[in-house]
């Protein structure tokens, strides 16, 4: 954004820099200075001075920049400028404005990126990071003013009290930084000149990542409802509802009757927790204290994409495993995709908004997210194969509507997380860590012909060294080439385990994926043996480690209230927190390590008051033995499908892969990697062995 929101003078301002000192260190006194990418690679370099020249005020000192990006190294340069802010509290302001204009004799790139960090909480333990890109400088000084609200990055969206004032997420400011890239500049050497690098407060921030949509259909009762009274009125729009809260049975001894019992109690969630006129699961449902219905007891009355996607492969695990019949399971998904037709989406890409109210089918998000609505794609893809004459059409009307280059950034080569509509801005993030959950949709995207084959391998197996923030550094990271491709690959030891991580260690990032990717079957020497390695890493983590007497770590509901992310912290780029007990990872894990997981699910059942009329409840603090009494319809969607593809030879991957057309692209990518496997060695990376030796 060029120029202010208004030719009003700004209320208040406070300037970080205006260079007329003639030094680097700034008004808050901060240090300043310039930083590459890699130190290491002379051909790429940023060099700052301040010079005397007509500044946007008039005569003074500015800040010039020589930038050079124009590098033959694997990884694209960066380099940049950066000044430091010592934990700025921003909150009172509303806009980063700067001046900046290129040098038309040395040339200058028309756009690059600037950056607000920030640390992730007041231990100075991790970072946020709000970005924005700045266009069309030319060789005129021009104001630069960013609204700080389109800097999603620096909101912690964990904290509740963000989402009630986002302004909170201006706090704390560590970091202000120019960024020259490789691979969005639009010339590679060049040098521009910024003057006055300030705060303001402008009266209006416009618009932010927490806001939500205009209700446009009014009140959805006559009389306005609250509390155990709402509940009721949203129990009478599904099918049926928990008569008690916790159920004890005697289950058969036997392992695979004993998980027939239990996939069958946790389909009755998808049968009956679905609103009748709308065909869409609820997202969530909490029992009362002292029965179902009753205070402190929640019936969400919204659900969202993913949580469709995982319904519709439900649906076809009731039919696989025999708890409905064809003809039901292929009208219920069918009712289900024609009312997603029907459904307010976002044009430009093609997919829904990430959350809906089910009563009245109005989105309450302005967020697209990648992750999920690959996960509806997912869905669709295994409805698709199981029914392929009833419903292939209808599934590829939806399917067909939505391009997953959308999010894909080239910069990076990676996916973003999402977009924000309202601000017409990408998330700050990207997915990154190849070795997670969205690893699933990226194949997806790569199968349906919409992102380069190259993105699977510019997702991080590893990070380097000068990652200083990760549980551990990586041994054996040397450049590794697979189907044509180089990349750096590495593994992370515990014990006597060696392993790709996942970015928290959690079990649904390490095997969600194996819901729908044959990646056993596939990869014995790549991504199926990490899954079974990782799961090897739950096991001895809770029990040898923490000294638990079960075990399975994934996000999932607090019992104490809310929900939060744990994992087995080795397993982890980014470890999550240990505590509570999730029986999805059990679920999870049961293909892989099937004895051992069953055995944890009777624990469970012996040790805490953990089972209800669908089944598992979703989480418990083991030192407590505090239960969630939740039921999320992600948790039981992971535990439903991942019974029926153990109990029916993996029947929910096998309709997946029935898409022909889709797995032939996605097959490779999973076969050839072998993560362990030194002969993968790229022949520059076999070089520099032979010449060390």
Partial sequence: MCGSPSENPPLKTLTVHDFNGGVFKNNLGGDSGTWDLDPEDDSASCDAEIVEMEGPQGPGKVLRLDYDVDSETEVPAKCGFWTKLGDLDAEEYDHLEFYVK???????????????????????????????IVKNVTSDWQKISIPLNAMTGILNFADPAVWKDPSIGRRGLDEFVIVFEDRRVDKKTGRIYVDDIRFVRTGNPGPSAVDFPPRLKGDKTPVRLEGVEFMQFLVKRLKGFPSEKIVRKSFPAEDRAFLTEVARDTWRFFDEIVDQEHHLPLDTIQLGQNKPVDAGGWVGDYTN????????????????????????????????????????????????????????????????????SGWLAAGLYVAKGAFPDELGKA??????????????????????????????????YHYGVFYAEPRAVSAIAIGRGEVPVEHWFRMVRTFPDNFTWQEQFPVNRFKKKTLGFEYEGGNYEWKDLEYVPSWGGSAFEALMPTMILAEKELAPEGLGKNDEIHVQGQIRYAKEELGYPVWGMSPSSVPEGGYSEYGAKPFGCKGYKAGVVTPHASFLSLEFAPEEAVANLRKLLELYDVYGEYGFYDAVTVETGLVAYKYLCLDQGMSLISLCNYLKEGSIRRRFHANADLVSKIDPLIREEKFFDASQR???DRDVVMREV
Avoid: W
């Avoid at 038309?104 to 909480?121: D, H, P, T, W």
């Avoid at 109210?357 to 302005?366: A, F, G, N």
């Fill in 102 to 132: 290129g040098d038309s004799q040395k040339g200058f790139s028309k756009l690059f990126r600037v950056e607000i960090k920030k640390f992730e909480n007041t231990d100075r333990v991790g970072k946020l990071q709000g970005s924005y």
């Fill in 305 to 372: 994409v993913t949580n469709i996607g995982i319904y519709l492969m439900c649906v076809v695990a009731g039919y696989d495993l025999g708890f409905i019949s064809r003809e039901d399971a292929v009208k219920r998904i069918g009712d289900t995709i024609k009312v997603v037709g029907e459904m307010d989406f976002h044009k430009p890409s093609g997919f829904l908004y990430n959350y809906y109210d089910t009563t009245q089918l109005e989105r309450t998000s302005y967020f697209v997210s990648f992750v999920d």
């Fill in 395 to 428: 599934c590829d009307k939806i399917l067909n509507r939505g391009n997953f280059r959308f999010f894909y950034d080239p910069v990076d080569q990676q996916m973003f997380h999402g977009y924000y509509d309202h601000l017409d801005v990408y998330s700050d």
């Fill in 682 to 684: 790229s022949e520059e």
